[in-house]
């Protein structure tokens, strides 16, 4: 191994020698792992997996197997566990799990096989589930045809009794459901709740769940017992994150109100339409008029009656724990928005109202785009014809916000690392990037090709075929010359120049010349994959060793 390590070194060093770039320190780069796989994934948890003789296998860091080459798939190991992959004797796909010693936790005999909430794992085999526990202990026999995720401490399960279909109707939509019955299991495995509710049943939250028995809906607590009696045609409740609702819309008799946790009715049903917002907040619908002609795009917004009609419905929105109106049912759609927030348009035109009723950005918006919460940032994107800009409820003069020259948002919802401050891709009519703020600065130009995402406070941008990068200011740090570049992982991005491959710093110098044939995303673990004359071992990060 010595040997061959010293060979390779050689002729790596007189290939990298050639590239040598008058700024670069040194143009060698030492191995950590020598080139021998067919592909290497990165590093995670100290642990890689790889590929040789077209069997997958994982190596620690010094290069050892800790699993030999055996799997025809292995997955990044991700707490300490690792997914693998094994065709059956009918060659379709079977999943396992292995730990960071190799040891299979999980055989490759499921698909699917998926992680569940504290640590459980529910599985498939011939189609029938079941779940495993933290220790790949099987503590449910597979017997169910579905098995939900685990809320307080209990998750839904379904089994099929028959092959015929039941048919229920509620507020004049007849929909065909198998013949299935749910009830819950606890973390044990254990059937708490017995079979007896229909399977569209809802999950637990603060200890209540919305169930239906025989079409009828009512809510029972985690020891089965009913809390409010089934006696709706719907009840549904918003979930959030581990949250749920105080309050449920419910509707009987094809009208529509709400209810609080015990039975209470707070909103009479009265409405023709009604959703509770996470935020406490009822939104209700109101028959307009009847409609000849409507669009899919539309019909979430359109009531259906007894004769199958459509209609077009007025929406306005109630404070459930007050009580108080908190918009009139003039407004085509309302729908709940982030940070307690309610966007309202009316006739083409949207805007946002807040929790006590008020318009805080004027109905004058061609649209208005709210962000998952996973995104960050307490701001929204907003159009107007071919502009658009930021609102942010924050900023006391977010009512009369500025506008760019923009035609549209290249890929928003990759700038994930920096948008927790504020950062925007925009693309104008000559379909060149450019970096707004969610104050409606504009940082960058657009004057770019592309804009690669934001890491470690750097993004490659692209002009005329040729990669550079920018700091967050939109100051041009590395000024567009590779052919290819990657984002920064541990101080360093990958580069391409004449077809070899190198990393630069944060400042832009290239602190391991172009030498290699191929890469991976970057460095991670303080190792990085690299590919030489086909084959694949790691090199460290000379900055972190």
Same mark, same amino acid.
């Given at each position: 191994?010595?040997?061959?390590?010293?060979?390779?070194?050689?002729?790596?060093?007189?290939?990298?020698?050639?590239?040598?770039?008058?700024?670069?320190?040194?143009?060698?780069?030492?191995?950590?792992?020598?080139?021998?796989?067919?592909?290497?994934?990165?590093?995670?948890?100290?642990?890689?997996?790889?590929?040789?003789?077209?069997?997958?296998?994982?190596?620690?860091?010094?290069?050892?197997?800790?699993?030999?080459?055996?799997?025809?798939?292995?997955?990044?190991?991700?707490?300490?566990?690792?997914?693998?992959?094994?065709?059956?004797?009918?060659?379709?796909?079977?999943?396992?799990?292995?730990?960071?010693?190799?040891?299979?936790?999980?055989?490759?005999?499921?698909?699917?096989?998926?992680?569940?909430?504290?640590?459980?794992?529910?599985?498939?085999?011939?189609?029938?589930?079941?779940?495993?526990?933290?220790?790949?202990?099987?503590?449910?026999?597979?017997?169910?045809?579905?098995?939900?995720?685990?809320?307080?401490?209990?998750?839904?399960?379904?089994?099929?009794?028959?092959?015929?279909?039941?048919?229920?109707?509620?507020?004049?939509?007849?929909?065909?459901?198998?013949?299935?019955?749910?009830?819950?299991?606890?973390?044990?495995?254990?059937?708490?709740?017995?079979?007896?509710?229909?399977?569209?049943?809802?999950?637990?939250?603060?200890?209540?769940?919305?169930?239906?028995?025989?079409?009828?809906?009512?809510?029972?607590?985690?020891?089965?017992?009913?809390?409010?009696?089934?006696?709706?045609?719907?009840?549904?409740?918003?979930?959030?994150?581990?949250?749920?609702?105080?309050?449920?819309?419910?509707?009987?008799?094809?009208?529509?109100?709400?209810?609080?946790?015990?039975?209470?009715?707070?909103?009479?049903?009265?409405?023709?339409?009604?959703?509770?917002?996470?935020?406490?907040?009822?939104?209700?619908?109101?028959?307009?008029?009847?409609?000849?002609?409507?669009?899919?795009?539309?019909?979430?917004?359109?009531?259906?009656?007894?004769?199958?009609?459509?209609?077009?419905?007025?929406?306005?929105?109630?404070?459930?724990?007050?009580?108080?109106?908190?918009?009139?049912?003039?407004?085509?759609?309302?729908?709940?928005?982030?940070?307690?927030?309610?966007?309202?348009?009316?006739?083409?035109?949207?805007?946002?109202?807040?929790?006590?009723?008020?318009?805080?950005?004027?109905?004058?918006?061609?649209?208005?785009?709210?962000?998952?919460?996973?995104?960050?940032?307490?701001?929204?994107?907003?159009?107007?014809?071919?502009?658009?800009?930021?609102?942010?409820?924050?900023?006391?003069?977010?009512?009369?916000?500025?506008?760019?020259?923009?035609?549209?948002?290249?890929?928003?919802?990759?700038?994930?690392?920096?948008?927790?401050?504020?950062?925007?891709?925009?693309?104008?009519?000559?379909?060149?990037?450019?970096?707004?703020?969610?104050?409606?600065?504009?940082?960058?130009?657009?004057?770019?090709?592309?804009?690669?995402?934001?890491? @470690? *406070?750097? =993004?490659? /941008?692209? !002009?005329? #075929? &040729?990669?550079?990068?920018? %700091? +967050?200011? $939109?100051?041009?740090?590395?000024?567009?010359?590779?052919?290819?570049?990657?984002?920064?992982? @541990? *101080?360093? =991005?990958? /580069?391409? !120049?004449? #077809? &070899?491959?190198?990393?630069? %710093? +944060?400042? $832009?110098?290239?602190?391991?010349?172009?030498?290699?044939?191929?890469?991976?995303?970057?460095?991670?673990?303080?190792?990085?994959?690299?590919?030489?004359?086909?084959?694949?071992?790691?090199?460290?990060?000379?900055?972190?060793?």
């Amino acid at each position: 191994m010595k040997k061959k390590l010293a060979v390779w070194m050689t002729g790596l060093l007189s290939m990298a020698l050639i590239a040598l770039p008058v700024h670069a320190e040194s143009a060698t780069q030492p191995l950590a792992i020598e080139p021998q796989f067919s592909y290497a994934f990165e590093f995670h948890e100290g642990l890689a997996a790889v590929e040789q003789n077209r069997k997958w296998g994982v190596i620690d860091r010094t290069g050892r197997f800790v699993v030999e080459p055996r799997y025809d798939w292995i997955e990044d190991f991700k707490d300490g566990f690792a997914y693998i992959g094994q065709p059956d004797d009918k060659g379709y796909n079977q999943v396992g799990l292995i730990d960071k010693t190799g040891k299979e936790i999980i055989p490759p005999l499921y698909y699917p096989l998926d992680r569940m909430s504290n640590g459980f794992w529910k599985a498939a085999k011939d189609d029938k589930y079941g779940v495993f526990d933290q220790n790949g202990n099987a503590i449910s026999d597979f017997q169910y045809d579905y098995i939900g995720d685990f809320h307080d401490g209990l998750a839904l399960v379904q089994k099929t009794r028959s092959d015929k279909r039941i048919r229920r109707t509620v507020d004049g939509v007849t929909i065909d459901y198998p013949d299935s019955l749910a009830g819950y299991i606890d973390e044990t495995g254990k059937l708490v709740i017995p079979l007896q509710y229909d399977m569209n049943s809802g999950d637990f939250e603060s200890g209540l769940a919305a169930v239906a028995k025989a079409g009828k809906w009512g809510v029972i607590d985690k020891k089965g017992k009913t809390v409010i009696p089934f006696q709706y045609d719907s009840v549904t409740r918003k979930y959030g994150e581990g949250t749920a609702s105080r309050y449920f819309a419910v509707s009987k008799n094809r009208k529509h109100g709400a209810i609080d946790s015990q039975g209470k009715t707070v909103v009479p049903l009265k409405y023709d339409t009604a959703i509770v917002t996470s935020g406490d907040v009822l939104i209700y619908g109101m028959m307009r008029k009847n409609i000849v002609k409507f669009s899919m795009a539309k019909e979430a917004n359109l009531i259906r009656d007894a004769k199958g009609n459509y209609h077009e419905s007025d929406r306005g929105a109630i404070d459930l724990r007050t009580g108080k109106s908190l918009a009139p049912a003039q407004y085509d759609t309302i729908m709940e928005m982030r940070s307690g927030l309610l966007s309202v348009c009316k006739s083409n035109k949207c805007g946002v109202m807040n929790r006590s009723g008020k318009i805080v950005l004027p109905v004058k918006y061609t649209y208005i785009s709210d962000l998952p919460l996973s995104f960050g940032g307490n701001f929204y994107i907003v159009y107007a014809s071919d502009k658009l800009g930021t609102f942010n409820p924050t900023v006391s003069n977010s009512g009369n916000i500025p506008l760019y020259e923009y035609s549209g948002m290249a890929p928003l919802f990759s700038f994930a690392e920096d948008s927790r401050e504020g950062l925007f891709r925009a693309v104008n009519k000559n379909k060149k990037v450019g970096v707004i703020t969610d104050k409606g600065k504009e940082i960058v130009k657009a004057k770019y090709d592309e804009i690669g995402d934001f890491s @470690e *406070g750097f =993004a490659a /941008v692209k !002009l005329n #075929g &040729k990669y550079g990068f920018i %700091d +967050r200011t $939109g100051k041009e740090i590395v000024a567009p010359q590779y052919a290819r570049a990657g984002r920064y992982h @541990e *101080g360093l =991005a990958y /580069v391409q !120049l004449n #077809g &070899k491959y190198g990393y630069i %710093d +944060r400042s $832009g110098r290239e602190v391991i010349p172009p030498q290699f044939d191929d890469v991976r995303t970057g460095f991670s673990d303080g190792l990085a994959s690299v590919c030489v004359n086909g084959k694949w071992g790691y090199i460290a990060n000379p900055q972190t060793e």
